[in-house]
């Protein structure tokens, strides 16, 4: 099993909602990843976790929050969004690298949450 | 500052036709670059991942070959077919210790019928 799975597909949520995005994969990868993606411009790294630890935040508006309950589940928490939030939200896993470092293997990506913020 | 460019940003070919989608990063120093397909609206795909010590990786009509030292690689596509339409995009590990991939900003290429 080779897939990382997104839920939902799409979602549209005002300024003041409180929704989360889930992703769940079971290939036994340790390292879990959210990237934001802007309409024909390449994905954004926001998050990593590694080990189920937070290993990477890019400067991320608190406004988004990421949480890794489990080895196979990450979840990216959403708060008082901007419209200029709306984007397609991806998720991905690998292998962990080295002592949990950046890993040198391929990335398997799930289908996206597509985000509006009115 | 490492940075990936994709040339040409959109190709249309018709089917049949063997095509070469051409990747350049500007610093050598990369664990690994890997090429992607992306669908509209949907999550990538990695097509062929190839770590710096490799040349050339192969999967089914798919080639991507890498010269490191002259920061380039190529996918190239045999006998293309309209199922191949898609946004193509390379990106690179760097070395530096970080978990980013750096990502070019893509080729759309449309196959046409």
């Known amino acids: 099993d080779t897939e990382v799975t997104q839920t939902p597909k799409h979602l549209v949520m005002g300024m003041t909602n409180k929704k989360s995005l889930k992703c769940e994969q079971h290939?036994?990868?340790?390292?879990m990843y959210w990237y934001k993606q802007k309409a024909k411009k390449p994905p954004e790294l926001m998050f990593v976790y590694s080990y189920e630890k937070l290993s990477i935040n890019e400067s991320v508006p608190s406004r988004f929050s990421p949480e890794c309950p489990n080895s196979s589940l990450l979840n990216l928490h959403l708060h008082a969004l901007q419209p200029e939030d709306s984007a397609l939200y991806l998720c991905?896993?690998?292998?962990?690298?080295?002592?949990?470092?950046?890993?040198?293997?391929?990335?398997?990506f799930g289908p996206g949450t597509r985000l509006l913020v009115l | 500052k490492q940075e990936v460019t994709q040339i040409p940003a959109a190709l249309s070919v018709p089917e049949g036709e063997n095509l070469v989608l051409n990747c350049s990063f500007t610093d050598s120093a990369i664990y690994n670059l890997q090429w992607f397909r992306q669908d509209p609206g949907k999550g990538l795909t990695s097509l062929l991942l190839?770590?710096?010590?490799?040349r050339e990786q192969t999967s089914g009509r798919l080639n991507a070959s890498l010269d490191k030292s002259s920061g380039r690689s190529t996918l190239y596509i045999a006998a293309s077919q309209p199922g191949d339409s898609a946004t193509y995009l390379c990106a690179v590990r760097p070395t530096s210790g970080t978990y980013k991939y750096i990502f070019g900003t893509g080729t759309r290429l449309k196959v046409l019928a």
């Open positions: 290939m036994g990868h340790r390292a």
């Open positions: 991905a896993s690998s292998h962990p690298g080295l002592a949990g470092g950046p890993s040198q293997e391929t990335q398997y």
């Open positions: 190839i770590q710096s010590s490799q």
